[in-house]
């Protein structure tokens, strides 16, 4: 980051975001040199830039994706993997090129090409990326989701795209038990006819028995039959479509959200060299799904010559120590995990930075969710005093972010560092005004290039425009509830459409949330606004439901501290009118607690998407409660 702010002319980080903003051109034109983007540029950087959506970026570029992040075919290490404490592999980058070329001749002789879709319903597994890039580096479409969905989760998914090609998994281990995939596999693909072929990779088992899916071969045999020594890589126009990523599906069928070549890479080539310093050699890390974004924003980091730590299960295998386990062993040089996890590994006390050597490790990376302050406090105590702490927000969208972390400025306890180069980020009023130092709505006035490309199957683009532009013309709504701070970082206090209104104040519910989790007794909380008096709907009241840690009891006491923990550090109307005890807390399959859908169960109204749920069983816990009725 010091250096491109020096050989850009510029003398502070403020001055470069300023001018990557009004010279937008000439900024992401310098993106694709400084680091190093492969393909041909063009003399056009952008048609029509002040168009949201309309803008039409690198419109004579010719790039593929999956060769940036091929170039490299030496024997140095590309990826580790580690299946908890089950399973452990490494691939040099001459392996992983040679295995991509053997993959891709399979999925050309399928039948695939260009535009064609390719699913992976799969752990974050080496095979994973290799079908990728196989995949991508052909022109083909690529989509994936975690094997911890349901059948008709992968359905609503995976059925509105018609892949041609499905790998999936035998199945794979959570905190050291197996879970088998192969009914559900089968039943799957008997539904989704587009498909020609489905290819099973074995990981609990050697040889898994599929003779119940459809058009099933096993990807050991698929190695053995090719003969492919090159990666065939199809230069594409920049806004050749890449990624199929999916909305959570909470409030309805999961949007279809296309992203482009050009886009994800030179967006996260500047992620990820210059907002996070991964350099050459260094060895990047993300505990994710590949059913959630941050699988895609992970695999990006090859194209920056870093090392992959792959790893799939749960983050809490092997007492609660397995992810630091494997910083130590493989000298991780960035952590990346979600602030719910941060909050966890505090609540049991771990402290890592005096069980294992964290030597190595100069970034520590956190998003999902709102990072708290007793967050930061907690990293900076038991991990390490001279990290990099860089809580970051953007989402699927935006397959990135849009406010990230920062080497070349300070970290502020409870506060996102920086917005990113070349993203018009604001916050406005409710009438549109910009504000500082006060809560709004998170902008991006200005268009940039990983804007998705559209919805599939949204051909005149209502869809699209409905979810971002409708609010304010010609503006990108996000829909978080935000603040820009006076050291111009960022607060983000929680979705706006779970954003709390009791009597016409909004209330973000992070704010709530990090008061109650500093109490020992209580494990994680969510809290909604109850329509009150029952029936209306031009007021709410504020409910506090908590999971309590085990030995624990909700009584008048506790309910106390919960209510004057709340009062002492925010403000009376931020004390919920009624705290209730549950016995979980239902959320999605990247670990994000959905308030809307808890909101809808205590109005009997229908959860239109049970299937994006982890714990969807957790939503009854919810259901008919006797204490909202007072």
Same mark, same amino acid.
């Given at each position: ?29 310098q ?12 003399e ?9 959506? /309309?803008?039409?970026?690198?419109? !004579? ?39 991509v ?18 699913a ?5 597994l ?5 079908? %990728? ?5 052909? *022109? ?36 050291g ?7 559900k ?63 959570s ?44 974004m ?18 799939? *299960? ?7 120590k ?9 000298? %991780? ?13 505090a ?17 520590m ?16 105590? !038991? ?37 990113g ?22 902008v ?5 290039p ?43 206090? /929680? ?39 029952? *029936? ?34 925010t ?19 990247? /670990? ?15 959860v ?23």
């Open positions: 980051m010091a250096q491109f702010i020096q050989a850009m002319g510029q003398g502070s980080y403020g001055e470069t975001w300023q001018w990557s903003i009004d010279q937008p051109e000439a900024f992401w034109s993106v694709w040199d400084f680091c190093s983007a492969v393909g041909k540029k063009g056009k950087i952008v048609i029509d830039g002040d168009q949201m959506p /309309g803008a039409r970026w690198f419109p !004579e570029a010719r790039l593929n994706y999956a060769e940036n992040l091929l170039q490299c075919r030496d024997d140095s290490e590309a990826l580790v993997f580690w299946g908890e404490d089950k399973v452990k592999r490494r691939l040099s980058r001459a392996e992983l090129y040679a295995e070329a053997r993959f891709q001749q399979f999925l050309v002789e399928a039948g695939v090409g260009a535009g064609d879709r390719v992976g319903y799969l752990p974050n080496p095979e994973t990326l290799i079908a %990728m890039l196989a995949a991508t580096a052909l *022109g083909a479409i690529w989509s994936s989701a975690s094997p911890d969905f349901g059948v008709q989760g992968v359905l609503d998914r995976f059925g509105q795209i018609e892949p041609k090609v499905l790998i999936c998994v035998d199945g794979y281990w959570y905190n038990k197996p879970v088998d995939c192969l009914a596999n089968a039943e799957i693909v008997a539904q989704m006819p587009s498909l020609l072929k489905v290819v099973v990779v074995p990981y609990l088992n050697a040889a898994p028995d599929m003779a119940n899916i459809a058009q099933a071969v096993g990807w050991g045999d698929i190695s053995l039959n090719s003969r492919a020594k090159d990666v065939i890589f199809q230069r594409l126009g920049f806004n050749h479509p890449l990624f199929i990523m999916f909305s599906g909470t409030t309805g069928v999961p949007k279809c959200i296309v992203h482009c070549h050009g886009g994800v890479l030179l967006q996260h080539l500047k992620e990820h060299q210059l907002h996070s310093d991964v350099r050459p050699g260094d060895r990047l890390f993300y505990f994710t799904t590949c059913g959630w941050m699988w895609n924003w992970l695999v990006s980091g090859l194209a920056c010559g870093a090392t992959l730590l792959l790893y799939d *299960g749960s983050p809490f295998a092997v007492r609660g397995v992810l630091f386990d494997y910083a130590e062993a493989e000298k %991780m040089t960035h952590f990346g995990t979600s602030a719910k996890f941060i909050d966890a590994a609540k049991l006390g771990l402290t890592p930075g005096k069980t294992h050597d964290l030597t190595a490790l100069r970034a990376f956190s998003t999902g969710s709102p990072l708290s302050p007793e967050g930061f406090d907690w990293v900076y105590r !038991e991990i390490k005093q001279d990290i990099l702490l860089a809580s970051i927000s953007g989402g699927t969208d935006i397959v990135s972010c849009f406010v990230l972390g920062n080497p070349v400025l300070p970290v502020y306890r409870g506060e996102i560092q920086c917005r180069l070349g993203m018009a980020v604001d916050v406005v009023d409710d009438v549109g005004q910009s504000v500082r130092e006060q809560k709004g709505e998170l991006c006035t200005k268009s940039f990983v804007m998705p490309v559209g919805f599939w199957n949204d051909p005149d683009g209502r869809k699209y425009h409905a979810a971002y532009f409708e609010r304010y013309d010609n503006i990108w709504c996000h829909g978080d509830f935000s603040e820009l701070t006076a050291h111009d970082g960022m607060i983000i206090y /929680g979705r706006s459409d779970a954003t709390l209104n009791p009597g016409g104040v909004r209330i973000g519910t992070a704010e709530i949330y990090r008061q109650v989790e500093q109490l020992p007794e209580i494990l994680e909380a969510l809290v909604i606004g109850q329509d009150w008096p029952p *029936g209306r709907s031009d007021d709410v009241r504020v409910v506090l439901f908590v999971k309590l840690q085990e030995g624990h009891k909700l009584d008048a006491s506790l309910i106390e501290r919960i209510k004057k923990q709340i009062r002492d550090n403000t009376p109307r931020h004390v919920p009118a009624q705290i209730v005890q549950v016995l979980d807390i239902p959320r999605t399959k990247s /670990g994000k607690i959905v308030e809307l859908a808890v909101r809808n169960v205590v109005h009997d109204r229908p239109k998407n049970v299937e994006a749920l982890a714990n969807p069983e957790a939503l009854e816990f919810f259901r008919g409660r006797s204490e909202l009725g007072s």
